[in-house]
């Protein structure tokens, strides 16, 4: 038996927002609409950065300039205000994203809630550590549907932010169709909005997230050709621990684009 040790805490309370590369968000996920308070992505998809933050637009600017030019940014505490019109401390960190010609991509950003220590200094709140767990080809399917799912909204979520950045937001609403109209023809109704997904997936068959994956990466292809979408695709695959990558090469999710 070929055993894999896969880490797995769903107790990490960050929340991811990317950008294009002029300041604007392309994608967020649940977490970030839970954290700021916001009832859907379309209130924020579009919008400047530093208006999703509700923040100064001089102080995200500055932070953009200093991750552009230094490739990341670490450690630094927003106040943001909440419903209660109360500041609510955030601790910020992004990353760069530059193509291969080196230009600057857009921002990966992860928010943090922080907290007081005993001597007035903020700090990011530590999630609690969560036992590694076995994964392994021979485990129960109900099991390997939960990592299964997350090898496909790992590479969904991918492509909506390879898109948005290279030829915009709109592209978003193309790919919900796709893969609401897929999930419903093969009798798995899925909702989606802005790569946001509303539905359960851990009992979704592995047929239908082929199918899916697949048209969802055609039409990247039909968009910015093979060879944009497979560097993506190789990006996102390293991203992941072995583990998932077994059981998904297992399933038919991997090599969906062919030699």
Same mark, same amino acid.
Request: overall charge neutral; hydrophobic content about 45%.
């Given at each position: 038996?070929?055993?894999?040790?896969?880490? !797995?805490?769903?107790?990490?309370? =960050? %929340?991811?927002?990317?950008?294009?590369?002029?300041?604007?968000?392309?994608?967020?996920?649940?977490?970030?609409?839970?954290?700021?308070? +916001?009832? &859907?992505?379309?209130?924020?998809?579009? &919008?400047?950065?530093?208006?999703?933050?509700?923040?100064?637009?001089?102080?995200?600017?500055?932070?953009?300039?200093?991750?552009?030019?230094?490739? /990341?940014?670490?450690? &630094?505490?927003?106040?943001?205000?909440?419903?209660?019109?109360?500041?609510? !401390?955030?601790?910020?960190?992004?990353?760069?994203?530059?193509?291969?010609?080196?230009?600057? @991509?857009? =921002?990966?950003?992860?928010?943090?809630? %922080?907290?007081?220590?005993?001597?007035?200094?903020?700090?990011?709140?530590?999630?609690?550590?969560?036992? $590694?767990?076995?994964?392994?080809?021979?485990? #129960?399917?109900?099991? $390997?549907?939960?990592?299964? =799912?997350?090898?496909?909204?790992?590479?969904?979520? #991918?492509? +909506?932010?390879?898109?948005?950045?290279?030829?915009?937001?709109?592209? @978003?609403?193309?790919?919900?169709?796709?893969?609401?109209?897929?999930?419903?023809? =093969?009798? !798995?109704?899925?909702?989606?909005?802005?790569?946001?997904?509303?539905?359960?997936?851990? #009992?979704?068959?592995?047929?239908?997230?082929? %199918?899916?994956?697949?048209?969802?990466?055609? +039409?990247?292809?039909?968009?910015?050709?093979?060879?944009?979408?497979? /560097?993506?695709?190789?990006? $996102?695959?390293?991203?992941? !621990?072995?583990?998932?990558?077994?059981?998904?090469?297992?399933?038919?999710?991997?090599?969906?684009?062919?030699?």
């Amino acid at each position: 038996m070929n055993r894999s040790q896969l880490s !797995h805490n769903s107790q990490d309370t =960050a %929340a991811l927002v990317f950008t294009n590369n002029v300041g604007q968000v392309i994608f967020v996920d649940q977490a970030f609409l839970t954290l700021l308070s +916001y009832t &859907e992505t379309g209130i924020v998809a579009g &919008e400047p950065l530093f208006k999703a933050l509700r923040q100064e637009a001089k102080t995200v600017e500055r932070l953009l300039d200093r991750l552009i030019k230094d490739g /990341r940014v670490e450690g &630094e505490v927003l106040a943001i205000p909440g419903k209660d019109s109360q500041p609510h !401390h955030f601790v910020f960190d992004g990353i760069a994203n530059y193509d291969q010609n080196k230009l600057y @991509q857009g =921002a990966d950003i992860t928010l943090r809630e %922080a907290t007081r220590t005993p001597t007035g200094s903020l700090t990011p709140v530590v999630t609690s550590a969560v036992p $590694t767990r076995q994964v392994s080809p021979e485990m #129960a399917s109900g099991e $390997t549907g939960i990592f299964i =799912a997350l090898y496909f909204t790992s590479q969904i979520k #991918a492509i +909506y932010v390879l898109l948005s950045r290279l030829m915009g937001v709109w592209t @978003q609403a193309n790919l919900d169709k796709i893969i609401t109209e897929t999930a419903a023809k =093969a009798g !798995h109704p899925i909702q989606v909005k802005n790569g946001l997904f509303a539905s359960d997936l851990s #009992a979704i068959d592995p047929a239908t997230f082929r %199918a899916i994956l697949s048209k969802v990466l055609s +039409y990247a292809v039909n968009i910015i050709g093979k060879r944009i979408v497979e /560097r993506e695709v190789a990006a $996102t695959d390293a991203k992941l !621990h072995e583990g998932v990558l077994v059981l998904a090469s297992q399933v038919g999710l991997r090599n969906l684009l062919g030699d």
